[in-house]
């Protein structure tokens, strides 16, 4: 069975950067394509950044040249790198499958961005 292990929210300032990781077992990890989503409150959760199953990669256009997506399959990490943090961006963090999320999903990382 998969199991996610986000880490790396905080609190930041707006303007700030953060470096989100997400860690996997139970998968060929190199044999998917990964993606970010969030959720903020009252809100939907939706896809923030991922890989495309030929390895290009996407972005929600509320993110586009701020985020930057990445992976280690060595290290069965994928990486989403936040700069020029905006209140907005302000939600928990998951991270799964990029094509057909797995249903299990992990507890998240929460990113408050407020000064």
């Known amino acids: 069975q998969v199991q996610l292990v986000e880490s790396g929210g905080g609190l930041v300032q707006p303007g700030g950067s953060l470096r989100l990781s997400c860690t996997t077992s139970?998968?060929?990890?190199?044999?998917?394509?990964m993606a970010w989503y969030r959720q903020a409150p009252g809100k939907r959760r939706e896809l923030v950044a991922g890989?495309?199953?030929?390895?290009?990669?996407n972005y929600a256009d509320s993110v586009k040249g701020r985020f930057t997506i990445s992976r280690d399959n060595a290290k069965n990490t994928v990486y989403l790198q936040m700069n020029s943090l905006k209140p907005e961006d302000t939600a928990v963090y998951y991270c799964?499958?990029?094509?057909?999320?797995?249903?299990?999903w992990g507890q998240g990382t929460q990113v408050t961005v407020s000064s």
């Open positions: 799964n499958n990029a094509i057909l999320p797995w249903g299990s």
């Open positions: 139970g998968i060929i990890f190199r044999m998917y394509a």
């Open positions: 890989f495309t199953s030929d390895g290009k990669t």
